[in-house]
């Protein structure tokens, strides 16, 4: 006897091949019926046998295709209709909110037509199938179709018709399908491009989801104009390259994380002799490097034969340009020439950045894949905060953050995240419910929040960072947390910096923090470390070096803005041993630092969580005393972290401590400060999902509105 059931899948089924393995599941079971894409997910109607569609429905899950995350399938019966054949129907607008997933890296059926000279895609700059290629960054809206993305101005040639409509292909219903008969096009000839390369010239190259900036990476004179052009003096390059492991010395882990299909920069340790110039990363040991990850970049890799600066296409700290128009606008005083395409990019999308343990940008690869948050049956929208900003949409128990947005301090980031927050609640379906946001009054998305016609939740700086910590490892707390961060507006209306709060998803108490230090003319403290270093040795009754303090002091009469951020403690202890007085790049000090502490074993100096001056002058003292500086920096750090153990300790219950901001990039302060931890009895989180600097905020922020509103009680 024949039945007929109706299915609803849901999840990430859009765009990574799931109608044409329900098209071949179906025929493999002997079933007749359809499946189709609509704004929810994939919706199936499957007829025959009832062992065959038992058979079938397992299969939906268990042997889903690699891209495809399948959170919930549905099934009902319903009328057989007695079909003869089962096909791929036409897609059903609706607005509902399906998940896409995120732009793939080339895979290797693709790469190998790339570079065979008797495929008709040899050297196709934008070969692609089901399994790789262009998503996230083409959708306009959903349901995934190619008329909904910006491949609907390029008509399939007959060859690509005839593969997209066979299922035996491995471009059936690859929407982004093309080919150099019917597919987009370069702005210039690929060889002039590596020519202009090869001769020193900057050059915009369109990529998936913006303009990159690129010179030889070897060319010093290259990477100084670039440096010059785009405004950033030190701050360290992205290098892609082949061969990563002849620039670094790259791990195992590093290895997986380099060669996944996300293909994010992964930040490695630079060999020594590395065959590019040393203004790439000045003054770090760590390059930023990452494979080829589109076809366009395997032939520049490929023809170029040397590894090539690869940065964003903006000036520093501005949001990437990614529409052509305004790419040439902005980037036309840096760029000596483009390597453009005729294929729209509908979404900005940044590259990721992961060092082995953590996220330190969540961007391309990753993004849109949803997160857990016990969200119910609330919609919820949190804005972030100023630095290294991103957006979170959350809603059914999933959460939605944004690409890596930059610094929101501009009028021109402030529209980019306008923008993208409004196409980003078009493809989730959403409307305005819940908005959370930071409590900092002159945050430009604190300002969004309160313009808009929804309930709010304010959310303290700290607390958020605790809260996404949390959130991705499922839990709710209560927790202690150690949140090292720079600046956050506290709930007494003044600046917190590094706190050990006791807290859970809807609240917090303020247990301790570093001691606050005025800032010597505001802003002008934090881009010359020295003057921060100034005040604690003067407190501290020490001889202060620096010639300027006298007239600079003056400016301590005039109230100026008190910190507490771990950043400036380090900066003090930097430009106190000579490394840095001034910084190009939020921290730089403290990046030297932790490199000359390295990794030798050291002995903490007897210091109390908090006492900051106590700890700068301990540091000065042993200077003066003549101790290497490399043993005082990494007493230092063991200090820092042994100090915060001990805090912990002496709060006692709850035994799990939780460690995030952006303090804890720092790799020798994390693994001590966690070992000690543990050592002690403590049950640890850190991230792995999220950054554990400002561009988590957004997710924390999210999980502390949800738990507030009760939908995660």
């Known amino acids: 006897m024949r039945e007929r059931r109706r299915f609803r899948v849901r999840g990430v089924v859009q765009g990574v091949g799931f109608r044409p393995f329900v098209h071949r599941l179906a025929g493999r079971n002997g079933l007749a019926g359809f499946v189709l894409n609509d704004g929810d997910g994939v919706v199936i109607e499957a007829e025959g046998d009832p062992a065959a569609l038992d058979s079938f429905a397992a299969s939906l899950i268990g042997d889903a295709p690699a891209l495809a995350h399948v959170e919930t399938v549905t099934a009902e019966s319903v009328r057989a209709r007695g079909d003869e054949r089962f096909e791929i129907a036409v897609s059903r607008p609706s607005r509902g909110g399906a998940v896409v997933p995120p732009d793939v890296a080339t895979c290797d059926d693709c790469l190998r037509e790339l570079f065979d000279s008797a495929d008709r895609r040899f050297r196709y700059p934008f070969v692609n199938c089901t399994q790789c290629g262009p998503r996230f960054t083409i959708l306009r809206t959903v349901p995934y179709d190619r008329a909904n993305t910006t491949m609907a101005g390029f008509a399939m040639c007959p060859g690509c018709r005839h593969e997209y409509e066979d299922p035996a292909d491995r471009r059936f219903h690859a929407e982004p399908i ?25 050059l915009a190259v369109k990529g998936l989801g913006g303009y990159h900036l690129a010179c030889d990476a070897a060319n010093e004179d290259a990477v100084a104009r670039l440096r010059t052009r785009k405004r950033r003096e030190e701050k360290p390059f992205a290098v892609m390259t082949t061969a990563p492991d002849e620039l670094c010395e790259v791990s195992a882990a590093e290895w997986t994380l380099l060669r996944a299909r996300e293909r994010p920069i992964v930040l490695a340790r630079r060999r020594s002799g590395a065959p590019v110039a040393a203004s790439i990363a000045p003054g770090s040991p760590w390059l930023g490097v990452m494979l080829p990850y589109t076809p366009l970049h395997h032939l520049l890799a490929d023809d170029l034969d040397r590894p090539f600066v690869l940065t964003s296409g903006n000036i520093s700290d501005e949001p990437i340009a990614f529409e052509d128009g305004e790419a040439r606008a902005r980037l036309g005083g840096i760029a000596d020439a483009f390597l453009a395409h005729d294929r729209p990019i509908h979404r900005r999308c940044e590259d990721s950045v992961v060092r082995t343990a953590f996220p330190i940008r969540r961007s391309r690869g990753y993004t849109p894949l949803p997160l857990q948050l016990h969200s119910g049956n609330r919609s919820i929208v949190a804005v972030g905060a100023e630095l290294k900003n991103t957006f979170c949409v959350a809603r059914r128990g999933e959460a939605f953050l944004s690409p ?57 700086h700290h607390h958020a960072h605790a809260a996404a910590c949390l959130a991705e490892h499922g839990e709710q707390g209560p927790a202690l947390a150690l949140v090292f961060d720079g600046t956050g507006y506290g709930t007494d209306g003044t600046l917190w910096g590094s706190e050990l709060l006791r807290c859970d998803l809807d609240g917090f108490e303020r247990l301790a923090h570093l001691d606050p230090v005025p800032l010597p003319g505001g802003e002008a403290a934090i881009r010359e470390p020295w003057r921060v270093a100034a005040v604690h040795l003067e407190r501290a009754g020490l001889p202060v070096p620096w010639p300027r303090w006298e007239l600079v002091r003056e400016s301590l009469k005039h109230e100026p803005p008190l910190a507490s951020g771990l950043g400036r403690l380090f900066d ?6 000579g490394l840095r007085e001034q910084v190009t790049f939020e921290g730089q000090a403290a990046v030297e630092l932790e490199q000359l502490a390295g990794t030798r074993p050291a002995e903490p100096y007897s210091w109390r969580f908090g006492d900051t001056t106590g700890l700068v002058s301990v540091c000065a003292s042993e200077l003066r005393a003549g101790r290497p500086r490399e043993e005082i920096a990494a007493r230092f750090h063991e200090s820092v972290a042994a100090g915060a153990a001990s805090a912990c300790v002496h709060m006692g219950e709850p035994g799990t401590v939780v460690l995030s901001g952006g303090s804890f990039q720092n790799l020798r302060l994390l693994d001590s400060t966690r070992a000690r931890l543990e050592a002690l009895g403590f049950r640890v989180l850190t991230h792995r999902l999220v950054p554990p600097n400002d561009g988590g905020v957004s997710y924390g922020q999210a999980a502390v509105a949800a738990r507030r509103s009760g939908a995660c009680a």
């Open 572 to 577: 003090a202890v930097a430009a106190i041993l």
């Open 404 to 460: 890596h947005l930059g610094d929101l301090d501009s009028e021109q980031s402030y529209t980019a995240f306008r923008a993208d927050l409004a196409l980003y609640l078009d493809m989730l379906g959403i409307e305005l419910d819940l908005v959370a946001h930071d409590l900092h009054p002159e945050y430009l998305s604190t300002k969004w929040a309160l313009e808009q016609e929804a309930e709010l939740v304010g959310v303290q």
């Open 178 to 202: 093309a080919c150099p008969a019917c597919g987009p096009r370069l702005s210039m000839p690929l060889e002039e491009a590596v020519s202009l390369l090869r001769a020193g010239a900057v």
